[in-house]
């Protein structure tokens, strides 16, 4: 029986990585009970415990996979290391497709070693998903492109924002590539609003993510999301953006915190749900 309120939790979905802590079974078993019924899951823990193992694990503990992170990494200039980058975003599909997830979510990637350049890295970006977006269609998978803080541009992801993500996404059909917004790394953006309302009208909106932003920063940023409700972030008018422009499907908590890794998984992973319901229904 579950601790929290079953409407509450409804459309919760604890994303691996804030309880990377617990074991695949663990979070299966603490899921279960603590009546969270939505996961996203992260391909290198899937991989170690196995792919068909972990979608049978799912499936009988009763969670449904929302989404899957992460494909992407697309800014290669090397013939190579572009096919090679194209190769490991459809295996990345097929895992999704057999984990039953509809949503693959992409970290584009940033910029090669000693380049400079923006629009040539954003177009090798658009040059890959033309490949990606039939393969995932072919599998039942959409691809929805996550925009990064603009901190994270040069190493991990030169698509900063959400009307970046969606000039791209928008040359390839809806059912095909969309946009996670992630309120960690969108909230800065006073034109959030405008392009969450363009990504709905469009059908377009494949994802939604919470995190908090707490200061100072930690030393290392890109572990220092903040537990909800404990820093800057309008969490509640961010699930109402993404609401009105139509968005009904699963929000997903997704921490990276060194401080809360360091605590125990279910503990960890019941005071996410408390915080949800506090702070973001």
């Excluded at 919760?12 to 996961?39: H, R, W, Y």
């Excluded at 350049?117 to 269609?137: F, K, N, T």
């Amino acid at each position: 029986m579950s601790v929290f309120g079953s409407g509450d939790l409804a459309r919760f979905s604890i994303n691996q990585m804030t309880v990377k802590q617990l074991s695949l079974p663990e979070l299966a078993q603490s899921c279960t009970d603590l009546g969270v019924s939505g996961v996203g899951l992260w391909r290198e823990p899937v991989q170690a415990h196995g792919l068909e193992a972990t979608a049978k694990l799912m499936r009988d503990a009763g969670l449904t996979v929302t989404t899957l992170c992460r494909g992407g990494f697309l800014t290669a200039v090397e013939a190579h290391a572009r096919v090679a980058a194209v190769d490991d975003n459809k295996a990345a599909i097929d895992e999704a497709a057999a984990l039953g997830t509809d949503t693959l979510v992409l970290v584009s990637g940033g910029l090669p070693a000693g380049s400079k350049d923006l629009h040539g890295a954003r177009s090798r970006i658009a040059d890959a998903l033309a490949e990606l977006a039939p393969y995932a269609a072919s599998r039942g998978v959409r691809l929805a492109i996550e925009p990064l803080h603009p901190m994270f541009a040069s190493d991990r992801c030169v698509v900063s924002t959400l009307a970046q993500a969606l000039d791209l996404a928008e040359r390839f059909p809806a059912s095909q590539v969309g946009v996670c917004v992630d309120t960690y790394h969108v909230w800065w953006d006073d034109t959030a609003p405008a392009q969450i309302d363009r990504a709905g009208r469009g059908g377009r909106l494949h994802a939604f993510q919470l995190a908090d932003w707490v200061t100072p920063l930690p030393e290392g940023v890109l572990n220092g999301r903040g537990q909800l409700g404990e820093g800057s972030v309008d969490l509640r008018a961010w699930r109402a953006l993404v609401e009105r422009a139509g968005y009904e499907g699963p929000i997903e908590v997704e921490l990276f915190n060194d401080t809360l890794w360091a605590r125990p998984g279910k503990e960890l992973l019941a005071e996410t749900a408390t915080a949800y319901t506090e702070h973001a229904c």
